[in-house]
């Protein structure tokens, strides 16, 4: 078996599809969840080590990191993929600072402390090793009805270059920012016209798109503090 790869939210969607490639790659697949979904239920009878974690509880997170330093010697990656989408409070509402709050927690705090906690087990082994933050398009263009989720991925960019710097030469350290990959079974025929009309390339990308972009991370030796667009030519409209 290959090494272990840490996969923050495998309960469902990118998560749930990127640690079933991993798995059949012959990786040993680390995955965190929040909420039980029968899908996980298959991922451990694949020998997904998994665990529930709640990134918005401190001592959630802790015990989950000291799990890790405890089980395992080294770390072939650590994907942030774990992801809310909390929309802004109305003005006149007293939530404000929680959304913003949440949001940073899973975005930012996370992610901030796992890198910091596990660059001991990612310094290990012969090559280089990485860490991928999953982040998203709006990060750079900002949202006028997520702008707490906007802001906590933008901060999620930034930790990219510290990292990179910091855990180099050993760990590469790059973000991934996609738009759209697969449309919600909920959402209507007019959301997904406008949606799709929003880019260059107007269909939905699919999970191999970014499944596919971790791969080509992990292969290069030489890529670290980048971010990578998978966003249609959104930028161009």
Not at 71 to 90: C, G
Request: no cysteine.
């Amino acid at each position: 078996m290959k090494g272990a790869i840490v996969i923050t939210g495998v309960g469902k969607r990118l998560g749930l599809a990127l640690a079933n490639d991993l798995l059949e790659k012959g990786y040993r697949v680390v995955g965190t969840y929040r909420t039980d979904y029968p899908e996980l239920e298959v991922l451990q009878a694949r020998g997904a080590d998994l665990h529930q974690v709640d990134f918005y509880q401190p001592e959630s997170l802790n015990g989950f990191i000291q799990y890790l330093n405890l089980e395992y010697s080294q770390l072939r990656a650590v994907i942030h993929n774990a992801s809310d989408w909390i929309p802004d409070e109305p003005a006149h509402s007293n939530n404000h600072a929680q959304v913003l709050q949440k949001m940073m927690a899973t975005h930012v705090s996370a992610p901030y402390q796992m890198n910091l906690a596990l660059q001991g087990l990612l310094n290990q082994g012969a090559g280089t090793n990485d860490v991928i933050h999953i982040s998203d398009y709006v990060a750079e263009k900002g949202s006028k009805k997520h702008a707490a989720y906007a802001a906590s991925k933008a901060a999620l960019n930034n930790l990219t270059l510290s990292f990179s710097a910091m855990l180099a030469p050993k760990v590469k350290v790059n973000t991934i920012s996609p738009a759209l990959l697969k449309f919600n079974e909920h959402d209507d025929e007019e959301y997904k016209k406008k949606a799709l009309a929003k880019a260059l390339i107007p269909h939905e990308a699919g999970f191999e798109e970014v499944i596919e972009t971790v791969h080509f991370i992990m292969a290069s030796e030489y890529m670290t503090g980048r971010n990578i667009h998978l966003d249609g030519g959104r930028h161009l409209k």
